[in-house]
């Protein structure tokens, strides 16, 4: 089987012809948003509605943006590789601002056997020692004595990449966006085309558990911080034995730190036990980081199947990409592609189509 990291990531403009097929994307997240643009390049007449206020928001809005399939590896299945590498490429061309930075992994001395441990499951990463940690993050100089480089990973700033992706979508594509209405409202919207759609892609999220039954809801929290005194130019991963921590640059002195995993779907509240382990490991990576400002603080929760993969389900004229777990700007990209050929070419994909997917 060809690696779908192998598929083009052309981007080139098609304007929808009058008889086009007509598609209508519900949910503006990340995978909404990416399924539009897949839909909008076949040459689709798209319009996006979503119950909230604006595109990019729910779990898309506290993502950490890491485009690191290698890295991912470490916990995830070797699919999660093959959709990331496939989505890594499109978004370096799909919108401005992505540093190509790598991913840095580090450790306290007390927990290198998690280190160790960490590079068994990966691969596509250079042991760096502490010489080596200080010429890629001067301010981690003489902190850490080993490390792992992951030299092709990259990341990017969620917020900015979806407000982009958005714009794309309506001066390139024509894609008609709809805001705090409900994609499955039974009354045609003002410019009719509520119900008239030949396709409808639902990339609701947990929501969609109205319908597909077996999603469940992994909660995500995370912080931003802002400090002048420290600067990192590529995500660090710190490995700890509870929460492994990652600090994301956000530029201008913000720092995204995230990375819990907790199976429950209370949306919006912030534990203490988890504010305490995000900060204790933040503050281990530089003390500096016990001095800065907490800007924001927040948690959402994310959509996920049992196997935490993600899925492609076509029913009636209803396609629906869901099940993207911690990996939505990783995976997002390449689903929407494939999702665009089955409804194009009827294509199949086995690796997402199928409810085993280990039978490919």
């Known amino acids: 089987m060809v690696s779908p990291h192998t598929k083009s990531t052309e981007t080139t403009t098609v304007y929808p012809a009058a008889n086009a097929m007509r598609v209508k ?14 839909f909008a390049l076949r040459g689709a007449q798209v319009t996006v509605v979503d119950r909230r206020p604006g595109s990019g928001q729910g779990c898309s809005w506290y993502a950490g943006g890491m485009l690191a399939p290698w890295c ?9 590789v093959d959709l990331g590498l496939e989505s890594q490429a499109y978004w370096q061309v799909a919108v401005p601002d992505v540093p190509n930075e790598g991913s840095l992994v580090l ?5 290198l056997a998690d280190l160790r441990r960490f590079s068994r499951r990966t691969e596509h990463f250079e042991w760096v020692d502490g010489a080596r940690i200080g010429e890629l993050e001067p301010d981690l100089e003489g902190r850490f004595d080993q490390g792992l480089f992951f030299p092709s990973e990259a990341h990017l700033e ?30 045609d919207d003002e410019a009719g085309v509520a119900d008239e759609a030949d396709l409808v892609v639902d990339c609701r999220g947990l929501a969609a558990r109205d319908t597909l039954a077996d999603l469940r809801g992994v909660k995500g929290e995370m912080l931003v911080l802002y400090s002048t005194e420290v600067a990192l130019s590529r995500p660090v991963r710190m490995l700890h034995p509870r929460i492994p921590v990652y600090i994301v640059p ?13 199976e429950n779907d209370e949306r919006g509240r ?19 980081f016990g001095e800065a400002e907490i800007v924001e603080i927040g948690a959402d929760v994310r ?17 629906y990409v869901n099940g993207l777990y911690r990996h939505g700007f990783l995976a997002a990209p390449a689903l929407a592609r494939r999702a665009a050929e089955l409804a194009f070419d009827g294509a199949y994909f086995p690796e997402v189509m199928d409810e085993d997917h280990r039978q490919w």
């Open 25 to 38: 994307v519900v949910g503006a997240g990340v995978a909404g948003l990416t399924c539009a643009h897949a």
């Open 72 to 80: 991912e590896r470490e916990s995830a299945e070797p699919l999660i």
């Open 107 to 111: 450790a306290q001395p007390r927990d």
């Open 158 to 187: 969620p917020r900015k990449a979806l407000a982009a992706l958005t714009r794309r979508l309506v001066d390139e594509h024509q894609v008609t966006f709809r805001f705090e209405a409900d994609g499955f409202d039974e009354v």
């Open 250 to 262: 956000r530029g201008d002195g913000h720092f995204m730190i995230g990375a819990t995993s907790i």
């Open 270 to 288: 912030v534990t203490g036990r988890s504010m305490l382990e995000l900060l204790g490991a933040v503050y281990a990576l530089h003390p500096a």
């Open 303 to 319: 959509p996920a199947f049992p196997d935490n993969l993600p899925r492609l389900r076509k029913r009636g004229n209803t396609i």
